[in-house]
């Protein structure tokens, strides 16, 4: 038999700890328990001043989510009704699952980006232009046979052809209660939508708001200028990269990470600690922001190469099999790599053709 070498653990797989640890004047961290693929906690930061507390990002739908929540607050000197603010850096359910139940305990604003929303939010208009949507960048163009990104739950099969994400039961159940009764499940309703260089005072200062979008088409960061902090949520990771699907709004999701990053890397010297939402603060943020984007431009690179040594057209569940490792393969897996793979055939490196439902792909001549 042959030993098996075992995988290090990354920064954001680490489990949560109960500490409470102040970062910089009226910030502190707190990490929640959560059990999802590759992520063993979430920081769900605190912010002081003379009002009580804000809380950024409080974590999953679920009673020991609310559990843990409600400790750290008590252990930082905060009864609940002190909250009154909620931060939701955007719309994954380990970020903005708290934040309903957390309100209905405490009466506090919910604040997001103004792209924020849910797949299941009943308040959103069935068939919505894209050019219409707060925060999307699309441009039209006739030769282009679209891709359907519309509503769909996340089991069901994907635009390219390929199988949707294999789920349990209960979680479907929840998903499909979700959409039908939002309020019942506690689906946050945001009530301060900040839009690009807004501000909001937290921690007793003014933080500007960075639309980032890329991970989801709505992620929320905030700098501090004064004591120059950024709240990072998803958009930059210590260790990992984050994911970049292909369902999104924007026509080209990758590309629009890549801009993000750009924006994000702006900052450069003035961000003297970054908060990201899994892993530890970290400082040189313009760094990462790079580091990240030549990993995904060696994802590019990988299946330019993958076509030319194919000679034919793949699909996108093929082209995965070369760019993620076995243990990774799946809808997450082929979803990131349908997002390069349409990168590059906006860019004018491959083409597209549909194959029974099926989208296949190939470097130009």
Same mark, same amino acid.
């Given at each position: 038999?042959?030993?098996?070498?075992?995988?290090?653990?990354? =920064?954001?797989?680490?489990?949560?700890?109960?500490?409470?640890?102040?970062?910089?004047?009226?910030?502190?961290?707190?990490?929640? +328990?959560?059990?999802?693929?590759?992520?063993?906690?979430?920081?769900?930061?605190?912010?002081?001043?003379?009002?009580? %507390?804000?809380?950024?990002?409080?974590?999953?739908?679920?009673?020991?989510?609310?559990?843990?929540?409600?400790?750290?607050?008590?252990?930082?000197?905060?009864?609940?009704?002190?909250?009154?603010?909620?931060? %939701?850096?955007? &719309?994954? +359910?380990?970020?903005?699952?708290?934040? /309903?139940?957390?309100?209905? =305990?405490?009466?506090?604003?919910?604040?997001?980006?103004?792209?924020?929303?849910?797949?299941?939010?009943?308040?959103?208009?069935?068939?919505?232009?894209?050019?219409?949507? +707060?925060?999307?960048?699309?441009?039209?163009?006739?030769?282009?046979?679209?891709?359907? $990104? /519309?509503?769909?739950?996340?089991?069901?099969?994907?635009?390219?052809?390929?199988?949707?994400?294999?789920? +349990?039961?209960?979680?479907?159940?929840?998903?499909?209660?979700?959409?039908?009764?939002?309020?019942?499940?506690?689906?946050?309703?945001?009530?301060?939508?900040?839009?690009?260089?807004?501000?909001?005072?937290?921690?007793?200062?003014?933080?500007?708001? %960075?639309?980032?979008?890329?991970?989801?088409?709505?992620?929320?960061?905030?700098?501090?200028?004064?004591? /120059?902090?950024?709240?990072?949520?998803?958009?930059?990771?210590?260790?990992?990269?984050?994911?970049?699907?292909?369902?999104?709004?924007? $026509?080209?999701?990758?590309?629009?990470?890549?801009?993000?990053?750009?924006?994000?890397? &702006?900052?450069?010297?003035?961000?003297?600690?970054?908060?990201?939402?899994?892993?530890?603060?970290?400082?040189?943020?313009? !760094?990462?922001?790079?580091?990240?984007?030549?990993?995904?431009?060696?994802?590019?690179?990988?299946?330019?190469?993958?076509?030319?040594?194919?000679? $034919?057209?793949?699909?996108?569940?093929?082209?995965?099999?070369?760019?993620? &490792?076995?243990?990774? =393969?799946?809808?997450?897996?082929?979803?990131?790599?349908?997002?390069?793979?349409?990168?590059?055939?906006?860019? !004018?490196?491959?083409? $597209?053709?549909?194959?029974? !439902? %099926?989208?296949?792909?190939?470097?130009?001549?």
């Amino acid at each position: 038999m042959t030993d098996q070498v075992a995988r290090p653990r990354k =920064q954001e797989q680490e489990p949560a700890t109960t500490d409470i640890t102040e970062l910089a004047p009226g910030v502190l961290r707190s990490e929640l +328990p959560i059990s999802m693929p590759g992520l063993g906690h979430v920081n769900c930061y605190l912010l002081e001043d003379e009002r009580g %507390v804000a809380v950024v990002d409080p974590g999953l739908p679920s009673k020991d989510s609310y559990v843990a929540l409600e400790a750290r607050l008590k252990s930082a000197g905060y009864p609940l009704k002190r909250v009154h603010t909620i931060i %939701v850096t955007h &719309s994954h +359910p380990d970020h903005f699952g708290g934040a /309903g139940w957390l309100r209905s =305990q405490s009466g506090a604003d919910i604040v997001t980006h103004s792209s924020f929303h849910l797949m299941w939010d009943s308040t959103e208009a069935p068939d919505v232009d894209i050019e219409d949507m +707060p925060g999307v960048a699309h441009t039209p163009d006739p030769t282009d046979d679209e891709v359907d $990104r /519309g509503k769909r739950f996340p089991w069901q099969p994907t635009p390219w052809g390929g199988p949707g994400i294999n789920m +349990p039961i209960r979680r479907k159940m929840w998903f499909r209660a979700a959409r039908a009764f939002p309020r019942m499940r506690k689906m946050p309703v945001p009530s301060v939508r900040l839009e690009e260089a807004d501000t909001i005072k937290l921690a007793g200062r003014d933080w500007v708001a %960075v639309h980032t979008p890329g991970h989801t088409d709505d992620p929320l960061c905030l700098f501090d200028p004064v004591e /120059g902090c950024m709240l990072c949520g998803d958009h930059v990771l210590p260790t990992i990269t984050p994911h970049i699907g292909g369902l999104g709004s924007f $026509r080209d999701p990758l590309g629009t990470f890549f801009d993000s990053l750009d924006k994000i890397g &702006s900052y450069g010297p003035q961000v003297k600690l970054a908060l990201p939402a899994h892993g530890k603060p970290f400082a040189d943020l313009a !760094g990462r922001a790079q580091e990240i984007k030549e990993h995904h431009a060696g994802r590019l690179q990988k299946l330019r190469d993958t076509s030319v040594e194919l000679s $034919r057209p793949a699909s996108v569940m093929e082209m995965s099999t070369h760019l993620f &490792s076995a243990r990774a =393969q799946g809808a997450m897996a082929d979803s990131e790599t349908f997002a390069h793979l349409e990168h590059l055939r906006l860019a !004018g490196e491959m083409e $597209r053709v549909n194959h029974d !439902g %099926v989208l296949e792909y190939v470097l130009t001549d």
